[in-house]
């Protein structure tokens, strides 16, 4: 039996497609926008009603999600000359679960307002992973209210849910998320290409390293990946670039210097130079070993 709330989903890409399954898997109505149909195929043929617009997948749903690229397209998406918040219904959600702009959530949850519509920025975090075994976190920044009625469908694909405060707090509360993992990536990174060079055995390395104090989700999830060369994206290295540079540009407005996050930038952008941009973040051991 379907759920009386229907929901629209606006991008389906590497994570927003599972969610999508997770959605269709507990019986909603699901209506999907994504600029390549193709992409969308496998989603149409599990049940997903195929919008030709993102206006379109907005139109009389109840709840819409969106799961973008860069602020630019959530700016695009919402309010652009046909966006979100030109057809969305009064009384409607909009849950934007794409690492963004905290001024641009900000920006966003004032215009939807304005038009009786409720807005979240609730991005994610646990990569292809995550999102298919539906174990996310999701960090949420709205009105409080408006949190406690969506919890049970975050529920359906999210793990880890906390409410971090008003509007634009999810996104601050993801900067300090990726602020961890880009450091930490050049930790792992320089771990293993220690390990090669000594001519360790790099699985009993992470044997050993892996469960004790410097264990990390990137170490156990993307250091064999690395190893294996294995990068394919749980998530673009293209977008993280795009994370920390929001973060950077955040921190910049609260006087605070971050060299660590400054260095894995110049990294990244070496990488993103030669071609990576459509891989994933572990592409970082390019750097080391390449």
């Not at 799961?67 to 919402?78: L, Q, T």
């Not at 929001?246 to 110049?266: C, F, H």
Request: hydrophobic share 40%; glycine share 10%.
């Amino acid at each position: 039996m379907l759920h009386t709330k229907k929901i629209g989903f606006i991008g389906t890409g590497v994570m927003g497609s599972s969610i999508v399954k997770h959605l269709l898997n507990a019986n909603y109505d699901v209506s999907v926008y994504t600029r390549t149909k193709s992409k969308a195929q496998e989603l149409i043929e599990l049940g997903a009603k195929w919008a030709e617009t993102p206006n379109e997948a907005a139109k009389e749903n109840d709840i819409i999600f969106t799961m973008v690229g860069f602020p630019s397209d959530v700016e695009e998406v919402y309010i652009g000359e046909n966006g979100i918040l030109q057809s969305a219904k009064q009384g409607a959600v909009v849950v934007d679960l794409t690492t963004s702009e905290p001024t641009l959530a900000m920006k966003i949850f004032d215009l939807a307002k304005q038009k009786g519509i409720s807005s979240i920025d609730a991005p994610v975090s646990g990569g292809d992973v995550g999102a298919k075994n539906g174990t996310l976190s999701i960090m949420v920044g709205g009105e409080k209210t408006v949190f406690d009625d969506l919890l049970p469908i975050l529920q359906i694909f999210g793990e880890n849910i906390v409410y971090q405060g008003e509007a634009g707090s999810g996104q601050h509360t993801k900067m300090c998320n990726q602020l961890l993992i880009a450091t930490n990536m050049i930790g792992v990174c320089e771990s293993i290409s220690y390990a090669l060079n000594a001519g360790l055995d790099i699985e009993k390395v992470l044997q050993s390293i892996s469960a004790g104090a410097a264990g990390s989700w990137s170490l156990s999830n993307l250091g064999p990946r690395m190893i294996k060369g294995d990068l394919e994206p749980g998530f673009y290295l293209k977008h993280f670039l795009k994370d920390m540079k929001i973060a950077i540009e955040e921190a910049e407005k609260m006087n605070l210097n971050l060299p660590g996050v400054k260095l894995s930038i110049d990294l990244y952008n070496t990488l993103l130079e030669k071609g990576y941009g459509d891989k994933g973040t572990q592409s970082l051991i390019k750097y080391y070993i390449d």
